[in-house]
Each structure stands twice: as structure tokens, then as C-alpha cells.
């Protein structure tokens, strides 16, 4: 079963010549020391070289990074487990996908190993995760004191000591090449993520990554370890470390024994950090137990404790002095940041704050974590099982009993409905479908429908993704204001991508067979599908003709009926020197529907006259004075308390500025097509100007990343493949009244007139109710497309991709 997996066995127990390098030797130099990062080779050689010398370690390659780097998991244990690591493997299977009987469960718990994962590195910009993963595995294989012999000889560690390759690189070399000047806390200009950056940990559920579809492989699919610790450095100010339990809300679909093991976790590493005299621990604040779509999120909905801490660094391996006198007085949820309180019972009060602390703070952590799993392995191992039993049959007695989700005429976009299902299976959801047609809830459907039976161990994640939210608004006293969330708010998927689906409470009776592997159809030539932009995309490639009908029919290889001659497009999209993850999931897109385009830059911005080289360009979300100017040379911009005000290197400062704004201006009078995204929507309504009004600054109004319903007028070729009721992901967003004739501008789709909100949270709803949420204006020759929301957001709204594609081919069409 391991040669599955790829697992790399060096060299056989008992031949292990060389002595185990310490950290020091392998480096040159203490992990942590000021102003030294090791980048992704230092890394990987030294866990290589472990892997050389010690029979506690096995180095498995997973997968493959976006830049095409290794991803390495290093198995650390005794020998004697490591040698029966296949066999435990299938012990922690069996328990975990519920599949053993109650008197097999106890025996499996009672002489199997619990599994724990610990990655570092997910952000790359937060430093010390990556940077301390030498010391843990070095400590494992090494120490001899009681309690590592205990945690070698009861657990199975999965360490990853980088889950993000490509962004430790890209960080490690920026910050070589900067330490020792001005420019030595700069933020990288770039993503640090090949299309995500800091995304990269809002991927797991639509896993449109390859690290996130790697990582999700071997935790829902291969290895199911009871715990999965998530590091990452971004703690509320001063407080040097947080960590469970977690903020309000809960998500109900949280099993309570997983929240409750999260908070049992947490109140164990508070106390070792009592013992150890290390203050500045914080609970219950910021980081909420709602959300879903993180690394730490996600394994809670599949019956695992999802660990998260956020351990204080000020920049890279730049050492700070903080003095208490300087700190704010209260955190943000009011309680103080000097005085002892439940959840901040020892105050940190200042003094000299390195990357070496944050490894040490780090560490705790993981032996704390890991000393509480060796104490506890069977009643984890037995726990998994008892979940995954409670979820199995909490699905059999309804309510849901399943989610069917049809694939013929009835799903407009099949494409969609299939890529759906594709997701929910990489998570370890399992699906059916049917061998005949069968009747459920009143209805009938044919023979190749897929059923998504709630009888499953990971039922909670089935549920919270196919069901929509409802935030609960939770206040300070009786009329205080509402909690917000720390994400999102509402991201049910079916919503997202456009998919129909019933859920069934009822059970009901079917010939249903499980589905190895849900196959992508091939595409279709229905504008209604997003598929079919695949189709559209290879023919021009191949200089075949493609055509629109008005209705929005596609024609391929003839001109009769078509209204407008697709042209392979000509699109830039903007490129700033901000790193801006909505430029990235833009390009994400566009990249998955094989649509080529240039990254425009500042400098392109002055070359002759844009006109001649494109026939679009796409601003995503950012506000117009970022647009504008950018970082500022040599003036630090502000930042969040406890971080510092780094200036960039004058390579990287500078936005469009007055000249670039007046080129896109003459691109645009001239016949070009601008399309902006949100936030960047602001730039050409003020200074073209548009003659719109936005009524989102009311400050009633609220959406902290919420679905909200729209509607579509289908007539436009812009809404071609939409239906008249749609979905949109808004996380604020715009919402415009018009002043001026409908010829000067169309309105392609407005907010709901009543019942705006289908899944999240909205306050102020009558604020955008009936206003226009995409518009397109005429400005001379060309035209502006507003959209008052991102349609390509986190590339998880495959329901209103269109609205972008379709935007982007009538702008380098030929109406005939």
C-alpha cells in the first residue's frame, strides 16, 4: 500500500552510517538567528540527510508544488511503528471511514497509533513556521528524555516541513537580497503563491490549487491523522502566541467532541506554556469557529481536531524592541492587553522579540500537542470511530438523507455540476449514482443521476458545503453591534457554482452504485455550460471559425446566423507591484479556460497607444488609490500595530498614475473595452466620469462575504448562458442607481427586489435590493463594464464566470 503513496525507504532499519546532523551543522548556523532565512534546498537537503541517517524517519515525496517543487512529508517514529506504518495506516482507515464494528473499533484503538500532522510554512511571508521545522524533527529523532521516547512509541508524526515550497523560495531570496538596507522589511511584490499568495489557505474546500488537492489527498484520502496543526504568525497585538479555543460563532455542523478535543488541545498547550514561563497566550479572540475553507477549518467538518496558532513575528528574521508603554490598551474585543484575564492570563509586557522566540514558542506548541496524543492515542483512535459511527447514522435517519444532483437537461451546466462532485470527492466524500431511475421526494430522475448520501463519516462537510448558511448575529449586550465574521460568511457550493441540486430528507429506496472516480465530461457546445468556453478556446487556437448567435447560440465553422465573429481575445490584465490576489485568481481563470492575455504593468502603461495591442483590459479588485499610486517611494504605509513600516525598493513603488489613467481613458474612448472588478470599479466612475451613484457607503449596509441572489436580464450578450436567477458572491461589494439615458448604459443584472441574502450574513438589505450590481456603459467609442462584485472570486463562483468570459470575447468579437 505504501508504494501508493510514494513512500521512500533511504536505507533498511540498521544501516543508517552517518550520525544524525543537528540543525547547526547541516546550516551553518542556528535556526532563527537574526537576519538568516534557510530557503526551500536548505530545507529539503536537511530532511533528506535525516532521512540518510535515522531509521525513526520516512521522506515521502506527495506532489508536486505550482512552480513544480517537491512537497515532502516526513513520517517520524520508532522504528518498530515505522516498520508496521502500512498496517496502522489501515487500522487509522478503518476507524476513521467507520467501517469497523464497536468490538473491533476498541481492539484497533487499543494497539493502534494515533496520527498527527503538524505543516509549517502555508503563508511564506510568515517566517518562523519553515524556519523552526529543523528543530522538531531534529528533536524527534534525537532526544532521549521520557516523554519523546513516549510520543516516538505512541505517535506517528506527519511533519511537512514546507506545504508552500514555491513562496519560501521567492521570501528567502527577497529578503537575502534586502537584509542590511532600507528595504529590509519590504513586502514581496508578488504573490508568494503562484495565483493565490495569502489565498492559498482559503483553498480547501474548492481545492483549485495543486498544493491544497496534495495536501487534502493525503488527510482525507490516505493517512486521516486525529490531529492536523496549522501554523501560522499573525496574533492579535501584543500577545505573542494565539491559540484555541477559538472565537464565537460556532458552526453547528461542527461535531461538539471536535470542538470540545479542540479546546481540550488548547487548554494543554496553555498550561505547558504556564509551566514553561512563557507569557503572552491568547484565547477566544479574532479567529472564529465558523468558517470553512482553511487548512485548520476543514479537518474539523471531517472528525479531526484542526489545530490553528498564530505566533508573533515582526518581519522576516529582523529582530524588534516593543515597549509596553507603546502597546494599545485594549484588544479588539475589549479586553486589556496588561492586565491578566481568563483568556490572556499572562500578559506579555515587552522587551526584544526575535524569529528564535517564535520557534521556541512554536515548539511548545507541537510537544505539547504531541504529548497529549501519545497520552490519549486510544481514546483519539476510538474517538475518530465513534464520530465517523454518529455521522453514518445520523445520514440513514434523514433530514438530510441525500443531496441529488441531476446531470441531464435539467442541470444547465453539467460541466459545473460534475466539477462540483469531482471537489466533494478529493475531500473524501464519497459519491453515487444511480444504476436506474429513481423516485425521491416527489420527484423522479434518470438512470445516471449522482446522490450524495448523507450516511457518511465526513457527513458534516457534506452538509455545510451543500446547505446555505444563516451567520448568527451575536451581540455585545443588547444592542451592541454584531460580531463579524473572520471570513467569509457564506459559501454554500452549489450556490457558488451554479449548480441545481434537491435535497432529500426522506430515505428512500435506489439502486445506487459508489462512483471510483467522478469523470469530467467532455465539453459541450451549450452556452450554458462553462465548458463550452473550452470548446470556443481550442477552435480559434486551431483558426477554426466560432461565432454567437443573438441568442446567444454558438456556431462553429459557419457564419450562418451568427451576430457576432469570435477572435481569439486580446486581454491584459493589470499587474500591479502590490500583491493582489484577486489579479491572481483573474489569471487563475482565464488560465483554466485556455484564454490568453498579458499582464500589464505600469511602465506598459506609457508605451503606444494600448489600443493597437488589446482589445480589453481587466482591473480586479483594488482600490483606485492603490491603483493610482501604489506603494509610495520612501514613505513606509501604514500598517497594523506591532509590525513594521517597511519601505519598498523604488523598483516596485508607483501605480498608473495621471498618465497611465489618461491612457486608459483614450483606450476606452477609442473602442477599447475596460472591465473592472469591485473595489476597482471607483476608478473610472470618478474620474471618466460615469454617470452612476453608488449606495453601498450608506452605513447600514453590511455583507461580509455573503451569496446574494440576482437577477439577470438573459438578452444581453453579456449574461449569454445565464439564467434570469442567479447567484453572486459579494463580499461588500457596489450597488449603483443610474443617472442617465439607458443608451449611455445597460443594465445586465440587478440585486434581488426582496430577499436578497441566500447564504451568510446581510445587514441593510434594502439598501441594494432593485439596484444594478453589473452594469455596461458606453464611454466614446468603447464601453466600461462594471461589475459591483468579483465573479471570479477565489475561483470558486463558477456561476457567474460567464459574465467575465463572455465580457472578454464581445470585446475582441466582430459584430456582424
Not at 578 to 607: E, F, S
Amino acid at each position: 500500500m505504501l508504494a501508493r503513496f510514494g513512500l521512500v525507504l533511504l536505507f533498511a532499519a540498521g544501516a543508517f552510517p552517518a550520525p544524525v546532523p543537528s540543525p547547526t551543522e547541516h546550516l551553518g548556523y542556528a535556526p532563527g538567528v537574526d537576519y538568516k532565512l534557510a530557503n526551500y534546498a536548505d530545507v529539503s537537503g536537511y530532511f533528506h540527510r535525516l532521512a540518510a541517517a535515522s531509521p525513526r524517519i520516512r521522506l515521502q515525496e506527495f506532489g508536486r508544488s505550482a512552480e513544480g517543487r517537491p512537497m515532502l512529508a516526513a513520517f517520524i517514529s520508532s522504528p518498530e511503528n515505522l516498520h508496521r506504518l502500512s498496517h496502522y495506516q489501515a487500522t487509522v482507515r478503518r476507524l476513521a471511514l467507520g467501517q469497523a464494528s464497536a468490538d473491533e473499533a476498541r481492539k484497533l484503538a487499543a494497539e493502534g497509533r494515533v496520527f498527527v500532522w503538524i505543516d509549517s510554512g502555508l503563508h511564506a511571508s510568515e517566517t518562523a513556521p519553515v524556519q523552526h521545522s529543523f528543530d522538531l524533527a531534529y528533536r524527534m529523532l534525537t532526544a532521549e528524555d521520557e516523554e519523546t521516547r513516549r510520543i516516538r512509541d505512541k505517535v506517528i508524526l506527519i511533519q511537512v516541513p514546507v506545504i508552500n515550497p514555491d513562496g519560501l523560495d521567492w521570501i528567502a531570496a527577497w529578503y537575502r537580497q534586502n537584509v542590511g538596507t532600507a528595504y529590509e522589511t519590504a513586502p514581496l511584490p508578488r504573490l508568494y503563491q503562484k495565483y493565490a499568495g495569502h489565498d492559498n489557505n482559503r483553498d480547501y474546500f474548492m481545492l483549485n490549487l495543486p498544493e491544497t488537492r496534495h495536501v487534502t489527498r493525503m488527510l482525507f484520502q490516505d493517512w486521516f491523522p486525529q490531529i492536523v496543526y496549522n501554523q501560522h504568525q499573525a496574533p492579535p497585538f501584543p500577545a505573542r502566541i494565539f491559540v484555541p479555543p477559538y472565537a464565537e460563532p460556532l458552526n453547528p455542523n461542527i461535531p461538539a467532541p471536535v470542538m470540545e478535543g479542540i479546546n481540550f488541545i488548547g487548554a494543554a498547550v496553555k498550561e505547558r506554556f504556564a509551566r514553561e514561563n512563557k507569557p503572552g497566550v491568547l484565547s477566544y479572540h479574532g479567529f472564529d469557529g465558523w468558517w470553512n475553507g482553511g487548512l485548520r477549518s476543514v479537518p474539523a467538518f471531517h472528525n479531526m481536531h484542526g489545530i490553528l496558532t498564530e505566533t508573533a513575528g515582526y518581519s522576516y528574521a529582523t529582530p524588534h524592541e516593543y515597549k509596553s508603554a507603546d502597546f494599545p490598551e485594549r484588544f479588539g474585543n475589549g479586553i486589556p492587553t496588561r492586565i491578566p484575564s481568563v483568556f490572556y492570563q499572562r500578559p506579555w509586557m515587552g522587551g526584544r522579540w526575535t524569529l528564535r522566540d517564535a520557534i521556541d514558542y512554536m515548539l511548545t506548541v507541537d510537544f505539547a500537542i504531541l504529548n497529549l496524543a501519545a497520552t490519549n492515542s486510544s481514546s483519539l483512535l476510538h474517538k475518530s470511530w465513534e464520530l465517523a459511527r454518529t455521522s453514518i447514522e445520523a445520514g440513514r435517519r434523514g433530514g438530510p438523507y441525500a443531496y441529488i444532483v441531476p446531470v441531464d437537461q435539467t442541470q444547465a451546466d453539467a460541466s459545473a455540476a460534475t466539477d462540483m462532485l469531482r471537489r466533494l470527492e478529493w475531500s473524501g466524500i464519497q459519491v453515487h449514482r444511480a444504476a436506474a431511475s429513481l423516485s425521491a421526494g416527489g420527484k423522479t430522475y434518470p438512470a445516471g443521476t449522482y446522490v450524495l448520501l448523507a450516511s457518511q463519516s465526513f457527513r458534516p462537510y457534506l452538509v455545510d458545503l451543500m446547505e446555505p448558511q444563516k451567520y448568527p448575529e451575536l451581540k455585545t449586550g443588547q444592542n451592541g453591534p454584531t460580531k463579524r465574521p473572520y471570513d467569509v460568511a457564506g459559501w454554500t457550493l452549489p450556490y457558488n457554482m451554479g449548480v441545481t441540486y434537491t435535497r432529500v430528507d426522506e430515505p428512500f429506496q435506489a439502486t445506487l452504485e459508489p462512483v471510483k472516480r467522478v469523470e469530467t465530461p467532455a465539453p459541450v457546445q451549450d452556452h450554458r455550460q462553462n465548458s463550452s468556453f473550452l470548446l470556443v478556446a481550442e477552435s480559434l487556437a486551431a483558426n477554426q471559425p466560432v461565432g454567437w448567435s443573438l441568442q446567444g447560440d454558438i456556431v462553429f465553422n459557419s457564419r450562418q446566423g451568427v451576430a457576432w465573429q469570435l477572435r481569439t481575445p486580446r486581454v491584459a490584465i493589470y499587474q500591479p507591484h502590490v500583491a493582489n490576489m484577486d489579479t491572481g485568481w483573474t489569471q487563475y481563470v482565464l488560465d483554466n479556460y485556455k484564454v490568453p492575455y498579458t499582464n500589464l504593468t505600469n511602465d506598459d502603461l506609457t508605451k503606444p497607444d494600448l489600443s493597437t495591442r488589446f482589445d480589453s483590459i481587466v482591473f480586479a479588485a483594488q482600490s483606485s488609490n492603490s491603483i493610482l499610486h501604489g506603494a509610495r517611494p520612501d514613505e513606509p504605509p501604514p500598517t497594523t500595530e506591532g509590525t513594521p513600516r517597511p519601505v519598498q525598493r523604488p523598483e516596485f513603488t508607483g501605480g498608473i498614475g495621471v498618465e497611465g489613467l489618461a491612457a486608459i481613458d483614450r483606450f476606452v474612448r477609442n473602442g477599447g473595452t475596460l472591465i473592472a472588478f469591485d473595489s476597482a470599479t471607483a476608478l473610472p466612475v470618478q474620474f471618466f466620469p460615469l454617470p452612476v451613484r453608488n449606495t453601498t457607503t450608506d452605513s447600514a449596509y453590511y455583507c461580509p462575504g455573503s451569496l446574494l441572489r440576482i437577477q439577470v436580464d438573459t438578452t444581453n450578450p453579456l449574461a449569454f448562458g445565464m439564467p434570469k436567477e442567479a447567484y453572486a458572491f459579494s463580499s461588500g461589494g457596489f450597488a449603483w442607481d443610474i443617472h442617465s439615458s439607458k443608451d449611455a448604459i445597460r443594465s445586465v443584472a440587478r440585486y434581488a427586489p426582496s430577499n436578497v441574502l441566500a447564504s451568510g450574513w446581510l445587514s441593510g438589505e434594502r439598501v441594494v435590493a432593485g439596484k444594478h450590481i453589473l452594469l455596461q456603459a458606453r464611454h466614446g467609442k468603447g464601453s466600461v463594464i462594471l461589475f459591483g462584485f468579483r465573479p471570479q472570486f477565489r475561483a470558486q463562483s463558477a456561476g457567474t464566470f460567464k459574465f467575465l468570459l463572455n465580457a472578454i470575447y464581445l470585446a475582441s468579437a466582430k459584430q456582424l
